[in-house]
């Protein structure tokens, strides 16, 4: 099984600040099958990346995955207000079987 | 506008069974495999089954393989999992999601919370 291990496990940051997610897995990704994913409290996750680096549609341009192999990156280039919230990653390489990283909470400064 | 809704969850004791719904709509439902995705505090997201447009094919993680069984029925939009002999590391709260492939959850539903305890 491929752990992702997510960090930091939390972010303190200001808006318009530029956060950077990492995400590193145990073994490599086959062909970058790597998505990250939004939650906020009470709600279920939303997609935002897949394929490492492809953005799901409506989820804004301030939003980039990079990375492949072990180590992959989610950036948000400036912080809005409404992107307070954790975030996960998850493989699907080895899909059906699918394995999410521990999260990361962005939180306000 | 694609929507699922998940049901079913309930306080039910260690050892009953339950079966969890997901209804969907706003897509066909046997073009897209489907999965159930489970969330608790201590143990974060985990990936519970997954099943074929046509339900010919099934694969379960090892901690509820034998226990749970995950079905579809495509004449009424929706997805089911079966759970039984429960256990109180089961409870979490219960998501259903739409996959590309297997692989990513495109669209989830709300969760139903599934709490076992005696």
């Known amino acids: 099984e491929i752990v992702l291990t997510q960090s930091p496990g939390t972010l303190s940051l200001s808006p318009g600040e530029r956060a950077t997610l990492s995400c590193r897995a145990s073994?490599?990704?086959?062909?970058?099958?790597l998505a990250w994913y939004q939650q906020k409290p009470g709600q279920a996750p939303r997609l935002l990346i897949y394929g490492a680096s492809s953005r799901a549609p409506d989820i804004p341009d301030r939003f980039s995955g990079s990375g492949s192999g072990t180590d992959f990156t989610l950036t948000i280039s400036r912080l809005e207000p409404e992107d307070f919230a954790v975030y996960y990653c998850q493989q699907y390489g080895t899909s059906p079987r699918l394995t999410f990283g521990g999260g990361t909470k962005v939180e306000i400064k | 506008e694609v929507q699922l809704l998940e049901s079913g969850g309930t306080l039910a004791q260690p050892g009953a069974s339950l079966r969890l719904s997901c209804e969907v709509s706003?897509?066909?439902?046997?073009?897209?495999?489907m999965a159930w995705v489970r969330q608790t505090p201590g143990r974060g997201l985990e990936w519970v089954s997954a099943i074929s447009g046509s339900g010919g094919t099934t694969h379960y993680a090892d901690s509820v393989q034998g226990r749970f069984t995950i079905s579809r029925d495509n004449s009424k939009n929706t997805l089911y999992l079966h759970m039984s002999s429960l256990r109180v590391e089961d409870t979490a709260i219960y998501y259903c999601g739409k996959t590309i492939n297997w692989g990513y959850l495109v669209s989830w539903g709300q969760g139903t919370l599934v709490t076992v305890s005696s």
């Open positions: 706003g897509y066909t439902l046997r073009d897209y495999a």
């Open positions: 073994q490599s990704v086959a062909s970058s099958f």
